[in-house]
Nanobody, 121 residues
């Protein structure tokens, strides 16, 4: 079993930055791929970024490529999402998920409760 807890969300002006953290419990966390998804009000949950168990492979949605960076520290059981140059379209609840790496929610067995990000002046 893996339990995930996101943190780091909040209110930020356009052009600002935030770093989200996904902290995990469970000895097997380092064997899972991890992804960030987001869900804006009235919209479906969408893929943002993923990272392989080793951290050697990453993937990004086109909408965040060049602005967001995913990383992980397996010694700390934590995955990060550094978000720069934020714009109002990035407003959503951000979820981390652990499982097999992919862009579809079906690939992930474990989910956090989400952390809200609001980009507004």
């Amino acid at each position: 079993q893996v339990q995930l807890v996101e943190s780091g969300g909040g209110l930020v002006p356009p052009g600002g930055s935030l770093r989200l953290s996904c902290s995990a419990s469970g000895r097997t966390f380092s064997s899972y791929g991890v992804a960030w998804f987001r869900q804006a009000p009235g919209k479906e949950r969408e893929f943002v970024s993923s990272i392989t168990w080793s951290g050697g492979g990453t993937c990004y949605a086109d909408s965040v490529k060049g602005r967001f960076t995913i990383s992980r520290d397996n010694a700390k059981n934590t995955v990060y999402l550094q978000m720069n140059s934020l714009n109002p379209e990035d407003t959503a609840v951000y979820y981390c998920a652990a499982g097999s790496v992919g862009t579809n929610t079906n690939w992930y067995s474990y989910w956090g409760q989400g952390t809200p990000v609001t980009v507004s002046s």
